[in-house]
């Protein structure tokens, strides 16, 4: 929150420095209905550098139907969880603690896994050849961490049959 924080008072105080007047701040409070000039003078417009901001949402949006005009259709979809129970995290962990005592070790175990996920799908192709790939990263709601993975595969290697599909699927169920 202090980064997030300091990040938001930056933005704020180097209004002129970003070039802020050039978001058309003043045509937005009309569209929005807001007709005090007291409230445009203290709006503050989030550049899509702001990553929870609303223009970088959209920004991520727009990019990836960008993407999906070029390549067409997704051809998997992927869900990939995070595991309090890995042994990466439980070996970290000092006498006492649990996984949800340390949400930086758990994400950053959970980074690793994920790159590794996308190294193995777009460089050893483990599903088949692709051309490219999507995804995005949220909490749950138990606060671990999961990724929507959206993948485009190559015209040759794309499934066609139930058989084809089969191949791809995999589900592992925890004892616990």
């Given at each position: 929150m202090?980064?997030?924080?300091?990040?938001?008072?930056?933005?704020?105080?180097?209004?002129?420095?970003?070039?802020?007047?050039?978001?058309?701040?003043?045509?937005?409070?009309?569209?929005?209905?807001?007709?005090?000039?007291?409230?445009?003078?203290?709006?503050?417009i989030l550049p899509s550098s702001f990553i929870v901001g609303p223009r970088h949402m959209v920004q991520n949006y727009q990019d990836a139907m960008a993407i999906c005009r070029w390549a067409?259709?997704?051809?998997?979809?992927v869900t990939f969880t995070c595991n309090p129970q890995w042994l990466e995290i439980k070996r970290a962990l000092l006498l006492g603690q649990q996984p949800q005592d340390r949400p930086d070790l758990v994400t950053r175990v959970f980074k690793i896994k994920l790159k590794e996920l996308i190294n193995d799908i777009q460089k050893n192709h483990i599903l088949g050849c692709t051309i490219t790939g999507i995804y995005v990263v949220e909490f749950q709601k138990r606060g671990l961490l999961h990724a929507h993975i959206l993948i485009f595969f190559t015209e040759d290697c794309k499934p066609h049959t139930i058989e084809?599909?089969?191949?791809?699927?995999?589900?592992?169920?925890?004892?616990s």
């Open positions: 202090a980064i997030e924080q300091n990040r938001l008072k930056y933005l704020r105080l180097n209004k002129k420095k970003l070039r802020a007047d050039l978001y058309q701040g003043l045509q937005d409070a009309i569209v929005v209905g807001d007709n005090s000039v007291v409230a445009i003078r203290q709006r503050i067409g259709c997704p051809d998997a979809f084809d599909v089969d191949r791809m699927i995999s589900a592992k169920l925890s004892n």
